[in-house]
Every structure is written in C-alpha cells, then in structure tokens.
C-alpha cells in the first residue's frame, strides 16, 4: 500500500474492481517488452551485458508472467563512460574485476528503473483498440 501511496494512487472501489474482475481475461498471447537502460558510468561490454539481465528483474517484479516462451522481452544496455568510477568502498580481492563494487550498484539500480518505468507506463497508458487503460479501469485509484 505504501507503494501505491508513492505513485499517488488509492485502492480503487469496490465497483470497479467488480467490473474489471468481470472484463475476464484478454486472449491475446503475443506480448514483447523492449527497453533500454543507460548509465553515464564506465563499464565494459560483459558489464553491460550484465546491467541488462539484471534489468530483466525489475521487468519481471513489474509484469506477470515475463519471459513467456512466445514474447520477445528484450533490454540492451548502455554505458557513455562519462563518469569515472569511485573508489569500491570496501578493498576487493585483485582476482575481481575492477569495476565489480560500481556494476553490483548500477544492476540494482538497473532493476529498479525498470520496474519503475513499467509502472510509470502503465499510469500514463491511454485505452487503445478496446484494451482499457489502468486509469478507465480504476479512475478512482488516482488523487482527483
């Protein structure tokens, strides 16, 4: 509930629970999510690689069910390399990679941005070819 309070949301009425519960489910089985997440931090090519899986997390917290056998979900990510790392705030074993501590921040924050994009989307969504939106569903879950 908190979280629905950050977006500025309230729990919609009883009524229009009702009458969303009773649209039933769309048959519609062909659903792709593509997305791309950027960092001004210097990372190499397998840390971008990473920061795109871990992306998918946050695709996965925000969408049920992801990754189905017959979507496309995709996220590429990028690195401008603009902003020089800090320093790791704890000592890593020279066996790591240099930029371990500065990926494992980005891949959560990565996760984060995602699901949060996909939230903020599903907000902003107009109805399109007799698919409601979130907002004609439940107009009363939003601060008027």
């Known amino acids: 509930m908190a979280e629905a309070a950050s977006w500025g949301l309230r ?3 009883a009524a229009e629970l009702a009458a969303a519960i009773e649209l039933g489910q769309k048959g519609t089985v062909l659903n792709t999510t ?14 971008c690689r990473r920061v795109a899986v871990a992306g998918h997390d946050g695709l996965a917290r925000a969408i049920r069910p992801a990754h189905s056998p017959l979507d496309g979900d995709t996220l ?3 690195a401008t390399g603009t902003r020089a790392p800090a320093a790791a705030p704890v000592p890593m074993p020279a066996a790591f990679p240099a930029e371990l501590a500065l990926l494992d921040a980005v891949c959560a924050a990565a996760a984060d941005a995602v699901s949060r994009a996909i939230v903020g989307a599903v907000l902003a969504a107009t109805p399109v070819a007799g698919i409601p939106s979130y907002r004609e569903l439940f107009p009363s879950a939003f601060d008027v």
């Open 11 to 13: 729990v919609p009425d």
């Open 76 to 78: 590429f990510a990028l």
């Open 34 to 47: 593509i997305g791309v997440v950027a960092t001004d931090a210097a990372l190499s090519k397998a840390g």
